[in-house]
């Protein structure tokens, strides 16, 4: 799709899967708003082509107006009806769309966002994180075939954030419907997303499974701190003893803290490249558990300019690993050396995938 503005272009060709959390990310002003506002028909844009699942919304003169494209929109700031409580607030959107009023499907949503208890409050009485529960609630009302978020987590401080995540996780386990989620939060989307969109200045600098484009993501983009991999793995074992649960993902294994996930759960592991220390030798006599051996595969600016950034290939998985610029001289690292990878710190992303009735 292309659209020009004074002092802005966008250029961007993408093909997003069909299924599951697609991210676009990418720094305020780079087009994020831009591209739902195209998918959603809201912008026409003359010299586009916008396909869904086989269908052309745009292409040449056609174009398919808003109302019938079937989308859910959900916005960093909850627009509800403030003269209405929350009930009446998601019928709306399943009145529009003619469904009755205690639709199954409706109960579902209600109980997908724990939204029960609120039912009768007016929505001036909500908190922030609640609103956006609603807002989440009255977009899925209207049975979309696709739900597009804009930033909906940035207007929540942190605490409200850590209260909606998983209300977001159960939305990716249990919604067929695809989602577009567009976040500037590498945090949200590590945890979310299964497919990544890196937009900048307008057009789109890398996309391609999340596991896969984060060891390689432009670190000029990045908050040297969000430099990060995302691991597949398995609770393999629970030491009671220690409260430490075992982990293996395609590369080896790692102790981390045990959350009461049970042996056999799939989960997703986040590793951040600044947890992460290299060595000549297996760490040994430090209270680091986690230390496996690698092979370093590139090496990559790491923001400041006296650090870089490793990419260490352990099995089929690879590692970030942050060291100063000096560290790498004085250990003559390069491209084919074998060394060990030193995690401090896991963090387990909670999102069972093994709940996920999607058809993947
Ligand atoms: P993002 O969502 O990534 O922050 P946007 O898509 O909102 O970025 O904006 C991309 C660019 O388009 C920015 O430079 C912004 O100033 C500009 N822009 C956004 N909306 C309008 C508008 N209605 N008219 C003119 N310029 C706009
Ligand atoms: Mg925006």
Redesign the pocket.
């Known amino acids: 799709m292309r659209l020009e503005?004074?002092?802005?272009s966008l250029d961007v060709a993408m093909e997003l899967p069909g299924h599951g959390v697609s991210a676009i990310f990418?720094?305020?002003?780079?087009?994020?708003?831009?591209?739902l506002r195209c998918l959603a028909g809201l912008e026409r844009v003359p010299g586009s082509l916008v396909d869904f699942q086989g269908i052309t919304w745009q292409k040449g003169a056609h174009f398919v107006p808003v109302h019938r494209r079937g989308i859910g929109y959900v916005f960093q700031e909850a627009t509800l009806f403030p003269h209405l409580d929350v009930r009446a607030n998601i019928l709306y959107g399943a009145r529009r769309h003619g469904m009755p009023r205690q639709d199954k499907a409706i109960q579902e949503i209600v109980t997908l966002l724990d939204l029960t208890p609120l039912l009768r409050r007016h929505v001036c009485h909500l908190s922030g994180g609640e609103r956006q529960r609603v807002a989440i609630g009255r977009a899925l009302a209207a049975s979309p075939r696709l739900l597009l978020m804009d930033e909906p987590l940035a207007n929540l401080d942190q605490g409200r954030k850590l209260d909606i995540l998983p209300y977001l996780d159960r939305l990716h386990e249990t919604l067929r419907i695809p989602i577009i989620y567009?976040s500037h939060d590498l945090d949200e989307l590590a945890r979310l997303s299964d497919y990544l969109v890196l937009?900048q200045a307008?057009r789109v600098v890398q996309q391609g499974s999340l596991f896969e484009v984060l060891p390689h993501l432009e670190t000029n983009l990045l908050d040297e701190q969000d430099a990060c991999v995302v691991l597949q793995a398995r609770v393999a074992a629970r030491d009671s003893s220690w409260q430490l649960a075992r982990l293996d993902f395609a590369g080896g294994s790692l102790w981390a803290r045990d959350h009461g996930v049970p042996v056999g759960s799939q989960l997703r592991v986040r590793l951040l490249a600044r947890d992460v220390s290299l060595s000549l030798e297996k760490m040994e006599h430090s209270s680091i558990l986690n230390s496996l051996p690698g092979m370093v595969t590139g090496i990559v600016p790491g923001g400041h300019p006296g650090l870089c950034l490793v990419q260490v290939q352990l099995g089929d998985s690879l590692l970030l690993a942050q060291v100063t610029r000096r560290s790498m001289t004085e250990m003559g690292i390069h491209p084919g050396m074998a060394l060990w990878a030193n995690i401090k710190s896991v963090t387990l992303l909670e999102q069972p995938l093994g709940t996920r009735l999607g058809t993947r």
């Open positions: 503005r004074a002092g802005f990418g720094p305020s002003g780079s087009g994020k708003t831009t591209v567009v937009l307008g």
